[in-house]
């Protein structure tokens, strides 16, 4: 039986006999070729061994998907060398740091996809919070901001305002019962979907459930013509996801403001800033930086490592489990992404097509 994988890996084989963009011929086709070969037998690998192994061959596949995206891009700097980040202990797991470190491989691929950049040091625990698909799987103890989940409210009220439901709000924003809207909009101010003028709380009731905090926000949508327009084009990119029952507006404001994810077709995203330097990564980006702090971990702390996996001791190891479990088809839809292999990506992964300004490689 053909699955959704089996399909992506189809793509990806049949890419090196017809290499995308730029790397269709010369050296670049060469590399792109080896490189991505050298990706699926590296994660082909890394599903046959056991967590603590795991995450060394994920980041040097991931690396390697990196070298084609590359070669691939419209950038001159696609032959790369170093890794352009520096890992850092803290001495317990989620105070494992990275950094950048010169101008290697993470900044020429983050460059060639419009994937953003890291600009100080940055914890596993953060970089870990940011990701939507790892919004179910907390490690113990966190304190860091996590991906907000946006759903946008289908109220009969909703003329001329964007309203929405955004989860995963952190315990601090409560005071005595009550949500602290001064504590709210120190929160909000690390999400840039959040930190524009205008945003204020709903009279609707917050939520106050165990881990899962939220709140009712609202938008005045723009008056001015040309923007209405440049919405319900937004609107149009999209017209099969959930939010397409909002008027064009409300909906293309929404899509500009906050992240589509092909896992959750019903809602919409909005992810931190990373550290006091406020970066923000792509998500492909942001699973690079973390594969590099965890592997740093394996092999130079690997009793810290063996640890933290350890089912009957650790708190840790379900969380852990998971994001191993998940990494592979995260990063191979991620790297089918930023190649432009969309096609069968978009007919398994809920038919979301993408948007005018997606985060692609450059022709």
Not at 314 to 341: K, R
């Amino acid at each position: 039986m053909i699955t959704g994988l089996s399909a992506l890996w189809a793509t990806i084989r049949a890419s090196r006999a017809n290499p995308p963009r730029r790397a269709s011929r010369g050296h670049r086709r060469k590399t792109y070729s080896a490189s991505i070969r050298q990706f699926e037998q590296l994660m082909t690998a890394a599903q046959s061994i056991g967590p603590s192994a795991k995450p060394i061959l994920l980041f040097y596949a991931t690396t390697q998907a990196g070298r084609a995206i590359a070669a691939a891009s419209g950038s001159n700097r696609w032959e790369l060398h170093g890794h352009g980040l520096r890992a850092r202990s803290g001495g317990c797991l989620k105070d494992v740091s990275v950094e950048p470190n010169g101008n290697g491989a993470f900044q020429a691929v983050a460059e060639a996809t419009a994937g953003g950049a890291l600009l100080g040091p940055t914890t596993l625990d953060e970089l870990w919070g940011s990701l939507p698909e790892l919004s179910r799987f907390r490690l113990s103890n966190t304190t860091q901001l996590r991906a907000l989940s946006v759903l946008p409210m289908l109220d009969d009220d909703t003329d001329g305002v964007l309203r929405v439901y955004a989860r995963n709000l952190p315990e601090s924003v409560v005071e005595n019962d009550n949500l602290n809207f001064n504590h709210l909009r120190k929160v909000l101010d690390s999400y840039e979907a959040f930190n524009v003028e205008g945003w204020r709380l709903s009279k609707k009731q917050p939520s106050f459930l165990k881990n899962n905090i939220a709140a009712y926000l609202e938008i005045d949508l723009p008056t001015k013509t040309e923007e209405l327009s440049e919405l319900s084009y937004a609107k149009i990119a999209y017209d099969d996801i959930y939010v397409k029952s909002l008027d064009s507006a409300a909906t293309g404001l929404a899509l500009k403001l906050f992240e589509v994810h092909e896992d959750f077709p019903e809602l919409l995203w909005s992810r931190p800033a990373l550290g006091g330097h406020r970066s923000h990564l792509s998500r492909l980006m942001t699973w690079w930086a973390l594969l590099f702090a965890i592997s740093n971990l394996a092999r130079y702390e690997p009793a810290l490592w063996s640890d933290a996996l350890q089912f009957d001791n650790s708190e840790d190891a379900v969380p852990l489990d998971s994001m191993l479990a998940l990494c592979h088809e995260e990063v191979l839809t991620l790297v089918c992404e930023a190649l432009g292999l969309t096609t069968v990506l978009r007919s398994w992964r809920g038919n979301i097509p993408m948007s005018s300004d997606e985060k692609v490689l450059p022709m």
